[in-house]
């Protein structure tokens, strides 16, 4: 579901929809009127707002809304027939308040091609609150900022032209310049003055200031020879992005003042992609697919530093004129083979194989207050060769039943040269680096009788990466390695009911269970290999769907997940600093509709959600959460006339913490809102 689509659902727009009035019928037999066409254009207005008690932040985060009144064009569409081939098309929407609008121009002409423009741009917003210690001072428990509520717009400007003669190959051309500006939240806090109590509101958890540009230009041609198709493409992106990172810190000798931190992240980046993809049919059990890739990107990074003050030192620390940037070169070839050997039995193996050519270079300037200032010099090479294999099986020659198989294989072999001067003091250090990815998949689906079919499928994925660390000259430490092995072993089952027990009755269960273990070994040959994570989830739902009445129709759905993540820190330190973690929730919803007339129709929903997964910690901040939402709606749709629909929505939405200790209450709210709306279809 898209983003405006959650809002227009929440926000309660115009429904779009027709309904038909019946005629009466006439005693004598009379000439009947020649019928008119279906009215295809329309408008839709919508009016509404919001009623939040509690905290607006996390009422805007969730229901993606501006906490207050809005209204305006929910949707338009226009069509004309300028002549037999051509046709003007327009559409989109207008909501100021939720700063979503949208306009899109569509003009095509048969056997000739088209022409697409438009622009959408919409809003999207965050909740800017940090952490809550309970173990702190009341003063210091939860981190807030000075404005918790943050936002930011996207939007893109576009066109699109395709040329679209008989007999000669299609040519699409396309631009697209997009853009993201406004604030959001991090998961970054300022630091606490650990030795006396901070002022209100001296420790803030930080946010992004986000200024991002980007244009994509891009030229398809797909022609057909013989039996083949083949496809062309050309695309050249370019990013501008100068986005700003805000702390707050608190140093114990200067307890009344907050110390600010800018961290500039500059950057400008230029891809190129040039690709070619065929497809070629033999005959009707054979068909054979070739591609190729290659992209180039060129970043530079500049004028970036991270600057704050520390009044401890008679000058500001941090990071200065950074200079550099990288260079990617990228080439992908791949085959594959669909093959139909006999009726019932399809086989399709594929290969592919990617190298990549990383090189990247860093120079800024290092202060250190009262300390010289150094200068650094960091410069990173690699190169990866990956292959790829696959092999999928489907069978279908038992009657009722669907059976396959599917296997997948990666093989990656890379370099990497590591070397960082400072000050003339070098360090260095060569890793070879391999990765293996193994998956193997098996499922059947059984269709046993009308009305009842049942799905059962179990995979094993595996990653396993070693690194083989050759280190000289370290000075600092900076360049030490810390792992010589990374591994995710995963098994996963599912199996899933369709059961049409009644014709207006049909549910459907489904049972996942997954267990995934992480594995690292260290660096040190001291410390081993430690799991540093056994993952066990189960998860559960189910659904009903039950057409009463033709005028009456419920559906209802529950989901059940029950997960548990062992930490190797807990088994090993057992000091409550990160502890096992529980990730336990249950969701369920409920809708219905009733039509009271052949004009008239109400719809509601019911919605929970709960979360009972604190954790608290004498030692630091307190894991998961516990959290309980409760929603609920109710839509009233009447039309006025054949072309005139009515619409009044009215929903409720709860969220709290049911545990004192995990946030104080701060985030909960209850919310109202109401909306209208009215759509003319002429």
Same mark, same amino acid.
């Given at each position: 579901m898209?983003?405006?689509?959650?809002?227009?659902?929440l926000?309660?727009?115009?429904?779009v929809f027709?309904? +038909?009035?019946?005629q009466? #019928?006439?005693?004598?037999?009379?000439?009947?009127p020649?019928?008119?066409?279906?009215a295809?254009?329309w408008i839709?207005?919508t009016?509404?707002g919001?009623?939040?008690?509690?905290?607006?932040a996390?009422m805007?985060?969730r229901?993606q809304t501006?906490g207050?009144? =809005?209204?305006g064009i929910?949707?338009?569409?226009?069509?004309?027939?300028l002549?037999?081939a051509?046709t003007?098309t327009?559409?989109?929407?207008?909501?100021?308040?939720?700063?979503?609008?949208e306009f899109?121009?569509?003009?095509?002409?048969?056997?000739?091609?088209?022409?697409k423009?438009g622009?959408?741009?919409y809003?999207?917003?965050y909740?800017?609150?940090?952490?809550?210690n309970p173990n702190?001072?009341?003063i210091?428990?939860?981190?807030?900022?000075f404005?918790?509520?943050?936002?930011?717009?996207?939007?893109e400007i576009y066109?699109e032209?395709?040329?679209?003669?008989?007999?000669?190959?299609?040519?699409?051309?396309?631009?697209q310049?997009?853009?993201?500006d406004?604030?959001?939240?991090?998961?970054?806090?300022?630091?606490?003055?650990v030795t006396?109590?901070?002022?209100?509101n001296a420790n803030v958890?930080a946010?992004?200031?986000?200024?991002?540009?980007r244009?994509i230009?891009?030229?398809d041609?797909?022609?057909t020879?013989?039996n083949t198709?083949?496809?062309?493409?050309?695309?050249?992106?370019t990013?501008?992005n100068?986005?700003?990172?805000?702390e707050?810190?608190?140093?114990?000798?200067?307890?009344?003042?907050?110390k600010k931190?800018?961290?500039?992240?500059?950057?400008n +980046? @230029?891809?190129?992609?040039?690709?070619?993809?065929?497809?070629?049919?033999f005959?009707e059990?054979v068909i054979?697919?070739?591609?190729?890739?290659?992209?180039t990107?060129?970043t530079?990074v500049?004028?970036?530093e991270?600057i704050f003050?520390?009044? +401890?030192?008679?000058t500001?620390?941090?990071?200065?004129?950074?200079l550099?940037?990288?260079d990617?070169?990228?080439?992908?070839?791949?085959?594959s083979i669909?093959?139909?050997?006999? @009726?019932?039995?399809?086989?399709?193996?594929?290969?592919r194989?990617?190298w990549? @050519?990383i090189?990247s270079?860093t120079?800024?300037?290092?202060?250190?207050g009262?300390?010289?200032?150094?200068?650094?010099?960091?410069?990173?090479?690699e190169?990866?060769?990956t292959?790829?294999?696959?092999? !999928?099986?489907? =069978?279908?020659?038992?009657s009722?039943?669907?059976l396959?198989a599917?296997?997948?294989?990666s $093989?990656?072999?890379?370099e990497r040269?590591?070397w960082?001067?400072? /000050?003339?003091?070098l360090?260095?250090?060569?890793?070879?680096?391999?990765? !293996?990815?193994?998956k193997?998949?098996?499922g059947?689906n059984?269709?046993?009788?009308?009305?009842?079919?049942?799905?059962a $499928?179990y995979?094993y994925?595996s990653?396993?990466?070693?690194?083989n660390?050759t280190?000289a000259?370290p000075t600092d430490?900076?360049?030490?390695p810390?792992?010589?092995?990374h591994?995710v072993?995963t098994?996963?089952a599912?199996?899933?009911l369709?059961w049409?027990?009644?014709?207006?009755?049909t549910?459907?269960?489904? =049972?996942?269970?997954?267990?995934t273990?992480?594995?690292?070994?260290?660096?040190?040959?001291?410390? #081993?290999k430690?799991?540093?994570g /056994?993952?066990?989830?189960?998860?559960?739902?189910?659904s009903v769907t039950?057409?009463?009445?033709?005028r009456?129709?419920?559906q209802g759905?529950?989901?059940?997940?029950?997960?548990? +993540?062992d930490?190797g820190?807990?088994?090993?330190?057992n000091?409550?600093?990160?502890?096992n973690?529980e990730?336990?929730?249950?969701?369920?919803s409920l809708s219905?509709?009733f039509?009271i007339?052949?004009k008239t129709?109400?719809t509601g929903c019911?919605?929970y959600?709960?979360a009972?997964?604190?954790?608290a910690?004498t030692t630091?901040?307190?894991?998961?959460?516990?959290?309980e939402e409760?929603?609920?709606?109710?839509t009233?749709?009447?039309?006025i006339?054949?072309?005139m629909?009515?619409?009044l929505? =009215?929903?409720y939405l709860s969220?709290n913490?049911?545990?004192? @200790?995990?946030?104080g209450g701060?985030?909960?709210f209850?919310a109202?809102m109401?909306?209208?709306?009215l759509?003319?279809?002429?």
């Amino acid at each position: 579901m898209s983003l405006r689509s959650i809002r227009l659902a929440l926000a309660a727009p115009a429904l779009v929809f027709s309904l +038909t009035a019946a005629q009466a #019928g006439t005693t004598a037999p009379v000439t009947a009127p020649a019928e008119e066409a279906p009215a295809s254009n329309w408008i839709g207005f919508t009016v509404g707002g919001a009623f939040v008690s509690g905290n607006e932040a996390g009422m805007m985060r969730r229901t993606q809304t501006n906490g207050d009144f =809005y209204g305006g064009i929910d949707s338009f569409q226009f069509s004309k027939a300028l002549n037999d081939a051509t046709t003007l098309t327009l559409d989109g929407h207008a909501l100021p308040g939720l700063e979503d609008y949208e306009f899109n121009l569509n003009l095509n002409k048969t056997d000739v091609g088209y022409i697409k423009a438009g622009y959408k741009e919409y809003r999207t917003w965050y909740d800017g609150s940090g952490g809550y210690n309970p173990n702190a001072t009341p003063i210091n428990q939860w981190i807030v900022p000075f404005n918790d509520e943050l936002a930011l717009d996207r939007g893109e400007i576009y066109f699109e032209a395709g040329l679209r003669l008989p007999n000669v190959p299609n040519i699409t051309f396309g631009y697209q310049h997009l853009w993201r500006d406004g604030t959001k939240d991090s998961t970054i806090w300022g630091r606490t003055s650990v030795t006396s109590p901070a002022v209100a509101n001296a420790n803030v958890p930080a946010f992004y200031a986000i200024d991002e540009t980007r244009d994509i230009f891009k030229l398809d041609i797909e022609h057909t020879l013989g039996n083949t198709d083949i496809d062309l493409g050309l695309r050249y992106d370019t990013y501008n992005n100068s986005n700003t990172r805000h702390e707050y810190r608190q140093y114990d000798n200067n307890t009344a003042t907050d110390k600010k931190v800018t961290q500039r992240d500059v950057n400008n +980046t @230029d891809l190129f992609n040039a690709h070619l993809f065929t497809e070629t049919r033999f005959g009707e059990r054979v068909i054979l697919n070739l591609g190729y890739s290659f992209t180039t990107m060129d970043t530079n990074v500049n004028g970036s530093e991270r600057i704050f003050s520390n009044p +401890t030192k008679s000058t500001d620390e941090g990071y200065r004129d950074l200079l550099g940037g990288s260079d990617v070169k990228t080439h992908v070839a791949n085959a594959s083979i669909w093959w139909n050997p006999i @009726d019932d039995l399809v086989i399709a193996p594929s290969f592919r194989v990617q190298w990549e @050519d990383i090189s990247s270079s860093t120079l800024y300037e290092l202060t250190r207050g009262t300390a010289a200032s150094e200068d650094k010099i960091a410069s990173n090479n690699e190169n990866r060769t990956t292959t790829s294999e696959q092999l !999928e099986i489907r =069978y279908t020659g038992i009657s009722d039943i669907l059976l396959y198989a599917r296997g997948q294989w990666s $093989q990656q072999d890379g370099e990497r040269f590591l070397w960082e001067n400072t /000050d003339g003091d070098l360090s260095e250090r060569w890793t070879d680096i391999s990765v !293996e990815t193994q998956k193997y998949v098996v499922g059947a689906n059984w269709y046993p009788m009308h009305g009842l079919s049942l799905s059962a $499928q179990y995979y094993y994925q595996s990653y396993d990466e070693d690194f083989n660390h050759t280190q000289a000259a370290p000075t600092d430490g900076s360049l030490t390695p810390m792992m010589r092995n990374h591994s995710v072993d995963t098994n996963d089952a599912n199996i899933r009911l369709t059961w049409r027990a009644l014709p207006n009755l049909t549910l459907v269960s489904r =049972y996942d269970y997954q267990q995934t273990d992480v594995n690292n070994t260290a660096f040190d040959p001291t410390l #081993g290999k430690v799991q540093s994570g /056994d993952i066990t989830s189960n998860i559960f739902s189910q659904s009903v769907t039950w057409n009463a009445t033709e005028r009456f129709y419920l559906q209802g759905s529950v989901h059940w997940i029950m997960s548990e +993540t062992d930490t190797g820190y807990a088994k090993f330190a057992n000091d409550g600093r990160v502890p096992n973690m529980e990730n336990d929730y249950f969701a369920g919803s409920l809708s219905g509709g009733f039509a009271i007339d052949n004009k008239t129709q109400l719809t509601g929903c019911f919605t929970y959600y709960g979360a009972s997964n604190y954790a608290a910690s004498t030692t630091s901040m307190g894991y998961g959460l516990n959290t309980e939402e409760w929603g609920a709606s109710l839509t009233l749709t009447r039309m006025i006339t054949p072309n005139m629909l009515w619409n009044l929505r =009215y929903a409720y939405l709860s969220s709290n913490t049911d545990n004192p @200790d995990q946030s104080g209450g701060y985030n909960d709210f209850n919310a109202h809102m109401v909306s209208t709306g009215l759509q003319i279809r002429f």
